[in-house]
Structure formats: structure tokens, C-alpha cells
């Protein structure tokens, strides 16, 4: 996790200033995804560095609602000769939705989530979403929302300890599902 030091205006922009333990491995122009959101680091320090989101990117994900002090998750790009260790995920956000339950279950955690069926994207059982830049399976897939369980390991060492019902994610989801539905809506 990075932490929001400074937020910027230019213009429609927002450049973020974050503080990160991986601040001394990045490089200008280097991509990095925040709270899913892939965004290029523009200027370094020896603890922080910044990134610009632009209007496009504010209005269709959450980071417009970030304040300096909060939390975002961040993921380096995977390298051409990486593993692939979990759910293929691009940092290409698709619309947002809504937390609108946390249960404790005594060793892990349920999250219930709604979105807006209408801009055409879909869940399946068991298939991947990204949440807030967290790779995940859904269950109890259903037309406008879906629920994840996160172990404690993924409570703690991302934002999902601080997301309470109403709070706004980021979502992105299975590319595979994507590119299906794509495909079988040009034989309607």
C-alpha cells in the first residue's frame, strides 16, 4: 500500500504525491496501478513519487474521492519473463461500484458488492474481478452485484480493512468474460 502525502489540481487533473515502500524501485515513466487505476509515475523522491489522473480517469473511477492521508493498493507491472500468479488483471477500470456489506466471519471476511448492470459488464460464478486493484473470485454472482470472502493476509496488507458499506471501488472485470460476451453480442 502507498499512502496519499499531496494532491495536486492542474487544470481537470489530479496529481497525487505517495509515500510507498517500493518508492526506491520505480522509475519515471514506469507504470503503476492504484487502487487498480494504472497510472505513470512522473516525478521520484527518495520516498514518495507522484502520478496525474486526468478527467477521463476521475470520472470513472474513485480516485477523485481520494484525500491525502488515505490508503491506495498498488501493483507493479508484471515483467515479460514474471509468473502469472493469480487472475489476469490489465489496471484498465471498468466502471465503479458499491460496498454494501461487510460481514466478520471469524477468520475471514465477506464483501458484498452492486454496480450498474447497464454499462454491460457481468460476474460469473467463480470467475475473477478486481477490486480496488485486488484480484479476486466471485461468488453469489447475481445481474448487478456479486460477494468475495478475504482471508486475513489480503485484510491486512490492502484497503479492505478501512471499506465499510457505501464506500465507492473500483472495478475491473474478467477480461475472459469480456471478450466472450463481446464475442457472442455480434451474433444477436
Given amino acids: 500500500m502507498g499512502r496519499v502525502t499531496a494532491i495536486d489540481t492542474e487544470g481537470t487533473n489530479l496529481t497525487f504525491h505517495i509515500e510507498s515502500p517500493i518508492t526506491n524501485e520505480l522509475k519515471i515513466d514506469q507504470s503503476i496501478s492504484h487502487n487498480g487505476v494504472c497510472l505513470t509515475v512522473t516525478s521520484l523522491t527518495d520516498t514518495s513519487y507522484t502520478v496525474t489522473a486526468v478527467d477521463e480517469t476521475l470520472k470513472k473511477t474513485n480516485l477523485g474521492q481520494l484525500a491525502v492521508g488515505d490508503l491506495v493498493n498498488l ?3 508484471m515483467p515479460a519473463t514474471g509468473r502469472f500468479d493469480g487472475h489476469i488483471v490489465q489496471g484498465h477500470v471498468d466502471q465503479t461500484g ?6 466478520d466471519m471469524d477468520g475471514s471476511w ?11 459488464n457481468i460476474t460469473v460464478e467463480k470467475g475473477s474481478i478486481c477490486i480496488n486493484g485486488v484480484s479476486l473470485t ?3 454472482s447475481h445481474d448487478d452485484g456479486f460477494r468475495v470472502t478475504i482471508i486475513p493476509y489480503t485484510y491486512e496488507h490492502t484497503t479492505f480493512c478501512n471499506l465499510r458499506p457505501g464506500h465507492v471501488v473500483n472495478l475491473e ?3 475472459v468474460g469480456k471478450y466472450i460476451k463481446k464475442m457472442l453480442s455480434a451474433y444477436k
Fill in 75 to 77: 501493483e507493479r507491472c
Fill in 98 to 103: 458499491t460496498c454494501v456489506n461487510v460481514q
Fill in 110 to 120: 465477506l464483501y458484498d458488492f452492486q454496480y450498474d448492470p447497464a454499462v454491460g
Fill in 138 to 140: 466471485v461468488f453469489d
Fill in 173 to 175: 472485470f474478467d477480461i
